[in-house]
C-alpha cells in the first residue's frame, strides 16, 4: 500500500516491461489478519493498472510451479508485465512475540503444510534422501564460513 508500489506498477505498465510480479498472500501483515487493514483485493491494485493477473489458492509445490511457468511463457509472448497472486498462509511467527494468532486457526491450515503435502507425494526414503543432503550441504557450508580467513 505504499506510493513507490503504484509508482513501479505505473511503469511496468506503461513501459510494457516483460516481467512477473509474484505477491505470496500468507494472509497476515505482522501480527494482523489482511481483511483487518485492506481495502479491495491484493490483484485489483494490478488490474488498475493494466496488469493481466491470475489469484490461486494452493498449497501444491507441483501446481505453483506448473502456473508459474505458465505465467512465464505469457511474459515473454505478450512482452507485458504479468502478476500472479498466490494465496497461502504463515505457520509462525515473524518474531517470537508478535503472533497473536489462534493455535486452532495455525492448526485447521496445517493440513495444507506444502512440505508435507509434498513429503507424501515424495515416499520416505527420498524425503531422508533429502535431509541428509541438505544436513550435509548446510554442514559443509558452515565449515567453510568457519575456515574462511576474514576480510580485512
Request: charged share 30%; net charge negative; aromatic share 8%.
Amino acid at each position: 500500500g505504499e506510493g513507490v508500489l503504484y509508482e513501479t506498477l505505473n511503469i511496468a505498465s506503461k513501459w510494457k516491461l516483460p516481467i512477473l510480479i509474484i505477491v505470496e498472500n500468507n494472509r497476515y501483515a505482522q501480527s494482523t489478519k489482511i481483511e483487518d487493514t485492506l481495502a479491495g483485493k491484493i490483484s485489483d491494485r494490478f488490474t488498475a493498472f493494466g496488469i493481466e493477473t491470475k489469484e490461486i489458492e494452493t498449497f501444491n509445490v507441483s501446481e505453483v510451479s506448473k502456473i508459474s511457468f505458465d505465467q512465464i511463457k505469457k511474459v515473454r509472448k505478450t512482452k507485458e508485465p504479468q502478476c500472479l497472486v498466490i494465496n497461502t498462509y504463515r505457520f509462525v511467527s515473524h518474531s517470537k512475540s508478535d503472533d497473536g494468532r489462534d493455535q486452532n486457526e495455525i492448526d485447521e491450515w496445517k493440513v495444507n503444510d506444502p512440505l508435507i503435502i509434498a513429503a507424501n507425494k515424495l515416499g520416505s526414503n527420498i524425503v531422508n534422501e533429502i535431509i541428509i543432503e541438505v544436513r550435509d550441504f548446510i554442514s559443509s557450508e558452515i565449515n567453510k564460513a568457519l575456515e574462511a580467513e576474514l576480510a580485512e
